[in-house]
């Protein structure tokens, strides 16, 4: 059973498009992130929910909205894609706030043409 | 910023040989972890230090903290192909909120 899983793994898709990446965990855990990882590997915060409740929202463009039909379920949704939104984008989940250990996904590659 | 940064950023070694990897922040902290990546994957932990420790150990890895340098170092013994991979220091401060701050990562070949 993946501990947590997001999809879709890889994404290619041109500039002005909208895209969303789908993230579920079934660890139980009531919070929820998303981190971008560029090119040279540097892993930023970008959101994070704790039971449906977004916590923390870093310098992120509003393009970018996060989305939690459940404390299972974390989205990310990205408007009008930009060619610096390539990345990966990482799912991560721990059992509460401040409580250590991150359980990441495997990490949604998006390239935006 | 509380960003912590890993040095070096790249580190190669024979298999068998020790690995020390160092991580040094700027403020003050409740936690420090360590994760590793292979490529392409996600990150998986592997050690959670408490600001009122200074050494953990597990298995082959064996973690310091230092407080009052605002510095960590991951020691991997007798290392082997398969460890082979990216580690991240996270810092978790109670003000910072849920913002686990990863540095860049040390990348470690170990050959074989």
């Known amino acids: 059973d993946t501990a947590v899983s997001q999809t879709p793994k890889y994404l290619v898709t041109q500039m002005g498009n909208d895209k969303s990446i789908k993230c579920e965990q079934n660890?139980?855990?009531?919070?929820m992130y998303w981190y971008k990882q560029d090119s040279k590997k540097f892993l930023k915060i970008m959101f994070s929910?704790?039971?449906?409740?977004?916590?923390i929202n870093e310098t992120v463009p509003n393009r970018f909205s996060p989305k939690s039909p459940d404390k299972a379920h974390l989205n990310l949704h990205i408007n009008s894609l930009e060619l610096g939104d390539s990345a990966v984008y990482f799912c991560?989940?721990?059992?509460?706030?401040?409580?250590?250990?991150?359980?990441f996904g495997e990490g949604s590659r998006l390239t935006v043409l | 910023s509380q960003q912590g940064e890993e040095d070096p950023q790249a580190l190669s070694i024979q298999e068998g040989e020790n690995a020390t990897m160092n991580c040094s922040y700027k403020?003050?902290?409740?936690?420090l972890q360590w994760y590793r990546q292979n490529s392409g994957r996600g990150l998986v932990h592997l050690i959670l230090?408490?600001?009122?420790?200074r050494e953990k150990h597990s298995g082959r890895l064996r973690v310091t903290l230092d407080t009052s340098k605002k510095s960590s170092s991951l020691l991997i013994t007798a290392s082997r192909a398969a460890d082979t991979a990216s580690y991240f220091c996270?810092?978790?401060?109670?003000?910072?909120?849920?913002?686990?701050?990863f540095g860049p990562g040390t990348r470690l070949s170990v050959l074989p």
């Open positions: 929910y704790n039971n449906k409740e977004l916590i």
């Open positions: 996270a810092t978790g401060s109670i003000n910072y909120g849920q913002n686990f701050v």
């Open positions: 403020t003050s902290i409740n936690n």
């Open positions: 991560a989940s721990s059992l509460g706030a401040n409580t250590g250990e991150l359980f």
């Open positions: 660890l139980g855990h009531d919070t």
């Open positions: 230090i408490r600001s009122n420790e």
